[in-house]
């Protein structure tokens, strides 16, 4: 009697494994955004309600914002701890100067500029004397809140300018402005890391400094420009906040590079630096978004939210590995 024995193909198996790894690289954190969404459409009261999902998106775009300039930075292989103090600093400052009577848009742009310099400095000191991003952010993640607190004498202080309050409190066509510049960002974002040569050589220096280098790539600028860009977006985020909060705060941004960093790499960029999309940092951020909202109307104590929030920072490293695993 014969026996008909099918043996397994590997290759075949190899195959399937791939597409199925595609699939989740590219719709894994959807689907778990939506999944959420599903069950908090059933757990936490009015979660669906129009309001409450542009509450939501205006929650989150301040982070969304920062996230969109750390996710160029980890890109490259770095880190930028500063931008939550950058955050408190640029809206100190943009207060300060729109109080002094100055043009409330000029009084804006100057919060911005103080984020660009920060970033600057914190650029130049990575690609000049080659010290950890870390390191160099660290130090700046201080001295930055420092200048925050002396400069403001450690107190809020009051914005009265009904157009700078307009930038994070106000709404056009009934959407919070915060969202339309959260959009605005990425959307220019999308574009320098798809279409130019500059969002080429981010991809190309996170996954090989040295190749890059070799191939013509001016690295230390492309550093440079990168941190810059970073303080810039959280010098933004520092304004849109000050105009939501109607003040410039010393304390505000505080835990905001945390909540940045692990959006990022819940959406799907490799802290080595070399891997990720834009459009993945927004699905991170807002999963963040919709589990703090959910806890929220669920009424979480907030010190069960800070569990959850951490075990979320400590999930999206863990998911970052078993990424970084499953392309070795």
Not at 28 to 39: A, D, F, N
Not at 142 to 156: D, E, M, Q, W
Not at 273 to 293: D, F
Request: glycine share 14%.
């Amino acid at each position: 009697m014969k026996v008909n024995m099918q043996t397994a193909n590997p290759s075949q198996d190899l195959h399937v494994g791939n597409i199925i790894h595609g699939l989740w690289n590219r719709l894994g954190m959807i689907m778990i955004l939506l999944l959420l969404c599903v069950v908090l459409s059933f757990t936490a009261p009015n979660f669906l309600e129009t309001s409450n999902l542009l509450n939501i998106l205006k929650q989150v775009s301040i982070i969304a914002i920062l996230a969109a300039g750390m996710t160029i930075v980890i890109l490259t292989g770095g880190i930028d701890l500063s931008v939550g103090s950058t955050v408190a600093l640029s809206g100190v400052i943009s207060v300060l100067v729109s109080s002094a009577g100055v043009n409330p848009f000029i009084a804006m742009l100057s919060g911005a500029a103080i984020g660009y310099v920060v970033g600057l400095i914190n650029g130049f000191f990575t690609a000049k004397t080659k010290l950890p991003p870390f390191i160099v952010t660290l130090g700046s993640f201080t001295y930055v809140r420092g200048l925050a607190y002396v400069i403001s004498g450690g107190y809020p202080i009051v914005l009265s300018n009904e157009t700078f309050k307009f930038i994070g409190g106000g709404s056009i066509l009934g959407i919070p402005t915060p969202i339309y510049i959260m959009l605005l960002v990425y959307g220019v974002m999308f574009f320098v890391l798809k279409y130019t040569m500059f969002g080429r050589h981010i991809y190309a220096i996170g996954g090989n400094e040295e190749a890059a280098r070799l191939t013509g790539i001016k690295v230390e600028r492309s550093l440079i420009n990168v941190y810059s860009i970073s303080g810039l977006l959280a010098g933004l985020g520092g304004v849109v906040l000050a105009g939501r909060l109607y003040s410039g705060q010393p304390t505000a941004g505080q835990m905001y590079e945390l909540d940045a960093i692990a959006a990022v790499i819940l959406g799907g960029t490799s802290l080595v630096g070399g891997r990720g999309k834009i459009q993945g940092t927004i699905i991170g951020v807002l999963i963040m978004g919709v589990i703090s909202n959910g806890l929220t109307l669920m009424d979480v104590n907030y010190y069960w939210q800070l569990v959850v929030k951490g075990g979320v920072i400590v999930a999206a490293v863990l998911l970052d590995r078993l990424r970084g695993d499953s392309d070795a």
